[in-house]
């Protein structure tokens, strides 16, 4: 790991894949608006002077049913086919907040969490699909890459412990006795019901990495060389040696892939060396390596419902569960850049009142988002972005505009716990979110970045993540 100051560097030569935490972003855009109809007058409970002032929506009594869950077929992405599922984490067992990742071999597990808020038990099972670097499935066998049994069942399961919402918390640790990896690469763990094949029996998937390190990587992540980039963008600069691990055609035979936070929307790749110094590969780009910087995140903090912390107006029990209207956001795109501590857009699932288990005792609330705007945008739409929407542009994280109040609005059905979000625009049948355009970008934003290496060894059919 390494970790840049903006007036410090510390340069340091890392195994295989990098995460670079630095500080270091805003260009100003424009994007087509439409005049909104007529206001239509509401009638407005007047009993609550907040509620009053701020025209909040009437609080819908059951989790919303959303249409994205029929559009059913295997996604090779962080997915949740059913619409009873909640609150999915994956992560290296015992390590809070970290990255799905462990090297082949090694005595690190992952562990995956999600509640079933059917409260229904199920017998869930599960399965591993070895993918390529582009997380296209790749061609090889399951007793190519796996050892035990290629189908088993989560056994570790518990009911939910004196909350409004009943649920069942599920547990799986992986490698396991019952199924060990033997490849390295991109993997999608796949829950089901029943048989896989059908796909009505999608429940959820998740990516995760294997690693073997074979190639040391040093990185720098700076303010952007290019002037029209110097006030917005971080440049990722890096070379990798390969004097432990030969490689005849690192331009054939390697693919890069950088990640910025947990985000697979936006990755940078196809990045070829641009200079070959004897064991030494050089990507020191100006222009081919440069990500927005982006802004800081903004914070729901949820981990208890007894007293209202920052950027929450409210806290209602109404019509038999909890609702937490949020302070209305504002546009930043203009502002300029603020320091603010936060997670990057992970989630941290905890309950301050818990007398045992945030896992079992975290309740569900309704979260009201609200953000600021004139009048819609005609040529995309505004989603809420971070681990709250498992990083998806989907009908979960998009935002309606409310012509009444003059923005766009959101609720999303979340358990206690403290949560990153931005909002980012994603242009009409496009699958990339820009956060710059309502949140600014700024060079001196903190992010994290992920440096990828996969290797293609002449004659096989798949990608190793070295």
């Keep these: 790991m390494l970790f840049l100051q903006k007036k410090k560097i510390m340069n340091k030569i890392f195994p295989f894949l990098l995460i670079i935490i630095i500080i270091a972003g805003c260009k100003q855009q424009e994007r087509a608006i439409i005049k909104p109809p007529p206001i239509i007058e509401e009638e407005i409970d007047t009993a609550d002077a907040n509620l009053t002032e701020n025209k909040f929506q009437e609080a819908p009594q059951k989790p919303v049913e959303i249409d994205y869950y029929k559009e059913l077929y295997l996604r090779y992405e962080d997915f949740i086919y059913k619409k009873n599922i909640n609150t999915i984490i994956i992560q290296k067992t015992n390590v809070e907040l970290s990255l799905p990742i462990i090297a082949l071999n090694s005595n690190d597990k992952l562990l995956l969490e999600f509640d079933d808020l059917d409260a229904n038990y199920q017998e869930y099972k599960y399965s591993l699909i070895h993918c390529n670097a582009d997380w296209t499935p790749s061609e090889l066998e399951k007793t190519e890459y796996l050892e035990g049994f290629y189908e088993n069942i989560i056994s570790e399961y518990e009911h939910s412990i004196n909350t409004i919402q009943p649920y069942i918390h599920y547990e799986l640790e992986f490698p396991n006795q019952d199924l060990n990896i033997t490849k390295t690469g991109n993997y999608l763990l796949l829950i089901y019901i029943d048989d896989k094949e059908k796909v009505e029996n999608l429940v959820l998937s998740k990516r995760f990495l294997i690693y073997d390190s074979k190639l040391n990587i040093e990185a720098n992540v700076k303010r952007a060389t290019l002037i029209e980039d110097k006030n917005y963008k971080q440049e990722i600069d890096f070379s990798i040696d390969t004097k432990n691990f030969s490689i005849n055609n690192p331009y054939r035979d390697l693919k890069i892939v950088i990640r910025k936070n947990a985000r697979w929307d ?78 990057n857009g992970r989630q941290y699932i905890k309950n301050e009142d818990a007398k045992n288990s945030s896992k079992l005792e975290g309740e569900y609330v309704y979260v009201h988002f609200f953000l600021e705007y004139p009048a819609p945008l005609i040529d995309g739409d505004i989603f809420i972005m971070g681990a709250l929407t498992d990083w998806n542009f989907d009908d979960n994280s998009k935002m309606k505009y409310n012509y009444n109040r003059k923005g766009y609005d959101a609720t999303i059905y979340m358990k206690q716990g403290y949560y990153n979000y931005l909002y980012a625009f994603v242009e009409n049948r496009q699958n990339v979110g820009d956060e710059s355009f309502v949140e600014g970008q700024h060079y001196e934003t903190e992010n994290d970045y992920l440096i990828l290496v996969y290797y293609r060894e002449p004659g096989t059919f798949y990608d190793q993540l070295i």
Excluded: A, W
């Design 266 to 343: 936006n990755v940078i790749t196809n990045l070829k060396p641009k200079l070959v110094r004897g064991d030494v590969l050089d990507y020191n780009y100006d222009r081919e390596n440069v990500f927005s910087g982006g802004n800081e995140y903004r914070e729901v903090d949820i981990k208890s419902l007894k007293y209202q912390t920052m950027n929450i107006q409210n806290i209602k029990y109404q019509q038999g569960y909890y609702h937490v209207y949020l302070l209305p956001d504002k546009k930043r795109s203009f502002k300029n850049y603020s320091t603010i501590k936060d997670i």
